[in-house]
């Protein structure tokens, strides 16, 4: 009767097979394996994604910094015979020639008020130094000629840029532009910058700084 039950129910051999445990262990580590993989992958899509992104919005800064820094060279100067001073879709020629009569005492008007841009830039708190002038004539630089700006100019505010011509990539983020008048009023900076309350979130910060051609011409 024993080696009858001995024979229906044969003892485990140790060598035939994985035991139960083992099979749970070896799922566990290929769990692991694959989901480590997965983040790898997403964590390597995130960073390939804001790469694209980051260029996205430094190009954008390129064009719009391009264009203010052109608009500071060429603000108060004349047409000369190379037409270096207006901003052009194709740039600044290498020539600017600013107005004379500006500087002449004897002109209209515009010299007395280009003087007293001049002379307010002792004036911490002046609102009319030659800087301030530039960026609220770079405002309105669609009505002397100019092609527009890529962003609108607000001073003093900050103003959130467009991304609409940015590729999908950058198009999730939010990028801003300050412009500040530096003391004494010959220059300003002009400050790109992320937040990183928004969502999502790339951080970025980068300061420029436009130097007014014509105060070099002030009395």
Not at 83 to 106: H, M, Q, W
Not at 119 to 130: A, D, F, K, Q
Request: glycine share 4%.
């Amino acid at each position: 009767m024993d080696v009858a039950r001995a024979h229906q129910n044969p003892p485990l051999d140790p060598d035939s097979g994985f035991s139960l445990i083992e099979l749970i262990v070896a799922a566990v580590i290929i769990f692991t394996v694959i989901t480590g993989s997965i983040e790898l992958t997403l964590r390597s899509l995130k960073t390939f994604n804001q790469g694209v992104a980051r260029e996205a919005l430094e190009s954008l800064i390129s064009d719009d910094i391009g264009w203010l820094r052109a608009y500071s060279k060429s603000w108060h100067c004349q047409v000369g015979p190379y037409e270096g001073c207006k901003v052009k879709t194709k740039g600044l020629a290498s020539a600017i020639n600013y107005r004379p009569e500006i500087y002449d005492p004897s002109s209209s008007s515009a010299y007395q008020d280009f003087r007293s841009y001049c002379l307010n830039r002792s004036e911490s708190t002046s609102t009319e130094t030659p800087a301030h002038q530039m960026l609220y004539d770079a405002a309105a630089s669609d009505a002397d000629g100019n092609y527009d700006p890529p962003n609108p100019i607000v001073y003093p505010d900050e103003l959130k840029l467009n991304l609409a011509r940015a590729p999908k990539a950058a198009q999730s983020y939010s990028l801003y532009r300050t412009l500040l008048v530096d003391p004494g009023g010959n220059s300003v900076t002009v400050r790109y910058f992320t937040k990183p309350s928004d969502q999502p979130t790339l951080p970025l910060n980068k300061i420029d700084k436009l130097f007014v051609e014509a105060t070099a011409w002030c009395p």
